[in-house]
């Protein structure tokens, strides 16, 4: 564990168990109400201490989350609709630099609450076939719709761990 990934990098196995994707799902539904307990009281000079040298503000962490797990929402919804579709890569350092990341938490908080509830949802919904379907990401390869359930969920506890890391 480091200060860049304090939760270790994401691993998983090829093979994925009913129960791992079951699990990255209520990690999934229950990050939102996770999140808002550890900033929604947070001080101005709080939100802008840093979890690491040259790393993003805790404010801008959450902007971050909101802005990721949107297209990850995307991303899935592309996967199920469409036969092994190219996703767009974003510049997420870029989007934290972005004038909407100087707006009070709250904006993003509210879009992370109601976008975990519609994201958990779907997932839950998912059939077999479904899970196994598929998106191309332009750096990463063919990404699995099962496996990037656990990367967001992943991710999710990540950025918690960095937001508490930064206040600690």
Known sequence: ??????????????????EEVTEWINEIREFPS??????????????????????????QVVHHIADSHMNAFIRFKLALTEDNPTIKPYDQDEWAKLADC??????????IESLHERWSYLLQSLSEEQLNRTFHHPDS???????????????GNHHLAHIKNALE
């Open 141 to 155: 390869g063919l990404v699995r719709v099962e496996r990037n359930i656990g990367i967001y969920a992943w991710h």
């Open 102 to 111: 100087k707006l009070p938490i709250e904006t993003s908080l509210s879009i």
């Open 34 to 59: 996770r999140l808002v307990e550890v900033v929604s009281n947070l001080t101005d000079v709080e939100l802008n201490k840093t979890y690491r040298e040259n790393g993003w503000t805790i404010r």
């Open 1 to 18: 564990m480091n200060d860049r990934y304090p939760i270790g990098e994401f691993k998983c196995s090829e093979i994925i168990s009913h």
